[in-house]
């Protein structure tokens, strides 16, 4: 699933890319991920609309138009933006595609179809997104001092990784972030949030703010002019199962966790 550091590298490659093309035509392939408005609506009103600005909160990325309306994508498990020549073929994936001014096709593909778009027209308010207006602040959101992040954590009492991937906390971490945080922190996933002392709650702070900018700066580089929504190989303990940690060299514990899973270091992440 597409994080934090993925979508605001996409953020900035589509500002340089998208924005203030017109969207000429709009086909919608597949309605399943469409949760707002209707199909006819959603071509209709896209088409001849501007792209003007883009955002990113949380794990929604936000494509702002002119005149004034807001498409709202979470893409979930796979999904994700590819710039791709109109003449491309459609595949099986392919949910819509955005033809722009430049001959430039935004595409948007979902293999699994879980992901979850949402136009909004006008001043209509995001409280038309369900769990929108419920998230905590995005987790590299100037304002999210450390005082901010220590009160903030006090009302979640889980296990600590799921803390960190719970939206109303903050915004943007999900497992492979949570997985790299804990290990840059050296705290175990399943220790009881509770149990953290005030020198671990200041360390997974300084934790959260530098594993998501050092990603940051990495997938830039490493995708280039390109939409890359998943680049993961950098990554430290997520997805490294029976490698050796790179901090003292014990193999690395994959734990299953739900519908996760924890990659962590027995030995250094107490
Ligand atoms: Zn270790």
Redesign the pocket.
């Known amino acids: 699933m597409p994080e934090l550091p993925d979508l605001e590298v996409a953020k900035h490659t589509l500002t340089r890319r998208a924005t203030n093309r017109t969207i000429e035509e709009v086909e919608l392939f597949d309605p399943v991920t469409l949760r707002r408005p209707v199909a006819e609506a959603f071509q209709y009103e896209l088409q001849g609309r501007k792209i003007q600005e883009i955002q990113r909160y949380g794990k929604f990325l936000i494509l702002l138009f002119e005149p004034p309306a807001r498409l709202y994508i979470n893409f979930m498990l796979v999904g994700h933006l590819a710039f791709q020549p109109p003449s491309d073929r459609i595949m099986k994936s392919t949910g819509f595609r955005l033809r722009l001014s430049g001959n430039i096709d935004l595409r948007y593909h979902d293999g699994r179809r879980m992901g979850k778009i949402y136009l909004l027209l006008n001043d209509e308010p995001t409280s038309l997104i369900p769990t929108y207006d419920e998230q905590g602040p995005d987790a590299l959101d100037p304002e999210l001092t450390l005082e901010t992040f220590r009160s903030r954590i006090r009302k979640f009492n889980a296990q600590i990784k799921r803390v960190l991937k719970n939206q109303r906390f903050i915004a943007g971490i999900g497992n492979a972030y949570a997985n790299e945080i804990l290990y840059k922190a050296h705290i175990n996933p399943f220790r009881k949030r509770s149990t953290l002392t005030p020198t671990e709650i200041d360390a997974l702070y300084t934790a959260t703010k530098a594993v998501l900018k050092n990603a940051i700066t990495t997938i830039t580089t490493l995708s280039g002019n390109n939409l890359r929504f998943k680049i993961r190989d950098f990554l430290q303990v997520h997805g490294k199962s029976g490698q050796p ?1 790179p ?2 060299k ?1 193999k690395l514990s994959t734990v299953k966790s739900g519908l996760d899973l924890a990659y962590f ?1 027995r ?2 992440q107490v």
Request: aromatic fraction near 0%.
């Open positions: 940690c901090r003292c014990t270091c030995k250094c």
